[in-house]
Structures are given as C-alpha cells and as structure tokens.
C-alpha cells in the first residue's frame, strides 16, 4: 500500500507527455509574469539553468553524433550530395522566407502613419566576405574549435576524423566503438535535461512576460502582427507544402514532432542554444537518422535564419514607411540579396538578427538610428524568428533524410502517439 502510494505522483507527471508539459511551462510563466510583472524575475534562474544544461550538450551531442553518423555512412558521396541537398534547400527557404517578409509588411503597412521618434545612433555592421567564411571553415586547431564551440569547424573536423574512421578500417573500430558509447550518453544526458524543460521554459517566459508591459508593445503591435503572421504562413504554408509535395510526407505529424523544440526555441530567443532539442526531435520524433541530423541541423543552426530572413523584409519595410521612403523595385531587390546573406551571417543567439539589420537598411539608405524604434521589443520578434529558424532546420534536416533513405517513416508517422 505504502509503496503503491508513494510511486503516484511520478506516474501521474510521466504519464503526461513531454511536449504538453513544456507547453504548460509557457502558458503558466506566461501568465505568472503578466500578474507579476518585474517581480517574475525572480524565476529567472530556473531558465538560464535550463539554457546552461542544454548548451553542455552542444559539443560534446553535435561532435559524437556527426562521428558515428558518418562513419555509419560509409559513402563520402553520399556525404557529398546531401551537403549539397542541404545548402541548396536552406538557400531557396530563406529566398522564399524574405520575400513573404517583404510582401506581409507592403501589404499591411505596419509603418504608415506612425509617429515615433528616434535618437540613438548605430553602427552598420559589415557583411563577412565568402573568401573568409570559407578560409574560416577550417580550423587550425580542432580543440581550439570544440573549446569555443565554433559549430561549422567542429563539422568538419568531425567530417574528416568519421572518413578516416570509415578508410582504415578494422583498425578503427575502437574508437568508432568509443563514439558510439559516447553519443549514446549524450543522447541520455539529453533526456534528462529535457525532463527539467517545463520548469526551464517557465522561468524565461515568466521573466520575458513580465518584464515587457503594453505600454512598450502596443505602439507597435501592428509590425509584431505582422511579423508573426509572416512567419506563420511561411511555417505553415511554404514547410508544410514543401514536405508534403517534395516529400510526400504529412506536415502534421513535423509540426507534431518538433513541439519542443519551437517551445525551447521560443523561450530562449537562440537556435545555436535549441540544437540538443533540435537533433533528439529530428532523431526520436521525426525518425531521421543520426548522420543526417548530426549533419544538417548544425549546419541549419549556424547559416540558416528564415525567421531572421522573415524578420529583415517585415523590419526593413516598416522603417522606410516609419520615414517616409518610397522603395524602389531595385532596392527590393537588394533587400532580398543582402536580407540573404545578413540571415547567413546571423549567429543563432538571442538579438544577433538586430545586429544583422544594419547590414540591409545601410545597403538600401535606411537610417540606422531607426534601429532603435524596434530595438525595445526587438526580444518579442526574435522569439518568434528563432522558432521559424529551428523549424526550418528541421523540416530541411526531414527532407533530406527522406531523399537519401535516411528517414525511418515508422518513427515519422508514430509521431501522433508521442
Ligand atoms: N535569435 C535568433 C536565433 O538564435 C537569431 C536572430 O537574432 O535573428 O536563431
């Protein structure tokens, strides 16, 4: 009797499942910092806890599992083409991501008949050139790599050793062998952190809630609406649609499958940070196997921003309404070009998009000093990009897998029981 009582409680929490209580987290630190206000800082610490143990993971997760996904692999050109599958995917989504950015903020005008004055003054940031990202993919020091966490040189450092691994042989079982045990710990460790998720995602909307008040959000409710109707449509509409005629999938069961990772993602403001989240989604919910999620979704989570792309067409439009400039086709245009790279050049933490504004608005005459109009709610929007920018990640890391074989449709379909 005794024991039978005493094991209630945790049946109860374990029976519900994951995604619904990270949901609960957000509802409740939503309405806690709304009745709170300031004083919800307070359960600030349970989120950067939170955030604390899910970036450990980052490394040491994207370092194991890219290894034994590789060497599980065995065809460097296989590895080849869905590098290139990758690239190319990421590039069209976040073409098409500014473009829906561009058209929500022309059509609802956000900007027109707004009178906000601006002071402060920005610097415009330079956009890296392709010679030097290239020449900085490889490191020079591997360690170096992993100890500052530079995902995109971690990637190909890994790339090579899993080659290697997979070229000599016998000789290299142990140490795949030793990989392997590794990233299944990882895969645990993951776990549980994820189980400490709803109380994470509690603190940091309770703090984010409660220290944001109407009267900062309301002036600009409209370009907030329109940002996240943008990014919506661009979810809802260019993923589901992409998954269902490329990859004969059903968008459901995606959408389904990555709830906590949007749910991490929009709480932290940081895809970089949502990583673990990201690949255990793409890896347990999804089916998609280790090589391509160790693969795909570092490289997503370091060059491919849709939301930020969303974000550059909605902002840039509403500060030449904001100022009264007239766009011409051409400047359109160059905010399309830039908008791309400048997402590229985004890293994935909290507020980097802001920085990365600078770059279009100097490209087509903007001032920069308007940046400061939306720098006070700029938090609310890059909530919303980072979880466009995670579910790009996934839905490129789906197709992928299921072009190359690489999807187990089982796990995929079994999503809705998760
Ligand atoms: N916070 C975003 C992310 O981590 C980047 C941005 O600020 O646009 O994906």
């Not at 993923?239 to 709480?267: E, H, K, M, T």
């Not at 109009?373 to 897998?401: E, Q, S």
Request: contains cysteine; charged residues 10%.
């Amino acid at each position: 009797m005794a024991t039978d009582a005493s094991s209630k409680p945790p049946n109860l929490w374990r029976r519900i499942p994951l995604w619904q209580k990270i949901l609960a987290g957000l509802l409740l630190g939503a309405l806690t910092g709304a009745l709170m206000g300031e004083k919800a800082a307070l359960f600030k610490p349970l989120g950067d806890i939170f955030i604390n143990a899910i970036r450990m993971l980052i490394v040491p997760l994207v370092f194991s599992t890219l290894v034994v996904g590789i060497t599980a692999m065995r065809d460097p050109q296989k590895m080849g083409r869905i590098g290139l599958r990758t690239v190319a995917l990421y590039l069209i989504t976040t073409a098409f991501a500014i473009g829906i950015g561009l058209l929500a903020s022309t059509l609802f005008q956000p900007g027109v008949g707004l009178d906000m004055s601006f002071e402060a003054s920005q610097e415009a940031k330079e956009a890296p050139s392709l010679v030097e990202i290239l020449v900085g993919l490889v490191p020079s020091n591997p360690i170096d790599a992993l100890a500052n966490g530079n995902i995109l040189q971690i990637i190909v450092f890994a790339i090579g050793l899993g080659i290697s691994l997979t070229l000599i042989g016998d000789k290299g079982e142990p140490v795949v062998r030793l990989f392997e045990s590794f990233a299944e710990a990882m895969y645990k460790l993951t776990n549980i952190v994820m189980a400490f998720a709803p109380f994470g995602v509690f603190g940091l909307i309770a703090y984010v809630s409660g220290s944001y008040g109407l009267e900062v959000l309301l002036p600009l409710a409209k370009v907030i609406g329109v940002a996240y109707l943008a990014s919506l449509v661009h979810v809802l509409v260019v993923y589901s649609g992409l998954l269902a005629f490329l990859g004969r999938l059903n968008p459901l069961r995606y959408l389904q499958g990555i709830i906590d990772a949007l749910v991490v993602a929009y709480s932290s403001a940081s895809s970089s940070g949502t990583l673990p989240v990201s690949i255990r989604c793409a890896q347990q919910n999804l089916g998609v196997s280790n090589g391509v999620a160790g693969f795909v979704l570092p490289v997503g989570a370091t060059i491919n921003m849709d939301g930020t792309a969303i974000y550059q067409g909605v902002v840039a439009v509403f500060i030449a309404q904001l100022v009264g400039v007239d766009l011409s086709l051409a400047d359109y245009g160059m905010i399309v070009l830039t908008g791309t790279l400048a997402s590229i050049g985004t890293a994935g933490v909290p507020g980097a998009g802001l920085i990365m504004l600078s770059i279009v608005m100097s490209q087509v005459g903007l001032p920069l000093e308007a940046i400061a109009v939306i720098a006070g709610i700029d938090r609310i929007l890059d909530m919303a990009r980072t979880c466009v920018n995670v579910a790009g990640d996934l839905m490129v890391t789906t197709l992928v897998g299921k072009s190359e074989g690489e999807l187990d449709e089982r796990v995929y379909n079994a999503t809705a029981k998760q």
